[in-house]
């Protein structure tokens, strides 16, 4: 089983940057799109950012669109998700998930992953 592994999450002050990574135990395995969900205190876990690798589109949330940034780095396998200005509502566990297959599922939903990272805390605060 292919695990994903997040790193980069800390403490870290309102207004700075943070990068996350998501990089996967395996090197080749099925990979329809790569996804960030962010999941703060007593609440769901939530849709952040996709990356298709058929194509390297993008998706947002309206949240997030703006402020975030996903990305990638193929020859490392790596998927980066950088968010600008954090500020304290940004705090939470994030999460990395692979859609493996494109099979319709919203991309917007955490069902439709199938493979999921033990996740990085990320709290702001000064």
């Known amino acids: 089983q292919v695990q994903l592994v997040e790193s980069g999450g800390g403490l870290v002050q309102p207004g700075d940057s943070l990068r996350l990574s998501c990089t996967p135990s395996?090197?080749?395995?099925?990979?329809?799109?790569t996804a960030w969900f962010h999941q703060a205190p007593g609440k769901e876990r939530e849709f952040v950012a996709r990356?298709?690798?058929?194509?390297?589109?993008?998706l947002y949330s309206a949240s997030a669109r703006g402020r975030s940034t996903i990305s990638r780095d193929s020859a490392k396998n790596t998927v980066f998700l950088t968010i600008n200005s954090v500020e304290p509502e940004d705090t939470g566990v994030y999460y990395c998930?692979?859609?493996?297959?494109?099979?319709?599922?919203?991309?917007?939903?955490?069902?439709?992953?199938?493979?999921w990272g033990q996740g990085t805390q990320v709290t702001v605060s000064s």
């Open positions: 998930a692979v859609d493996e297959a494109s099979d319709g599922g919203s991309p917007y939903l955490a069902r439709n992953y199938e493979l």
């Open positions: 990356l298709r690798w058929t194509d390297g589109s993008t």
């Open positions: 395996a090197r080749t395995f099925s990979r329809y799109a």
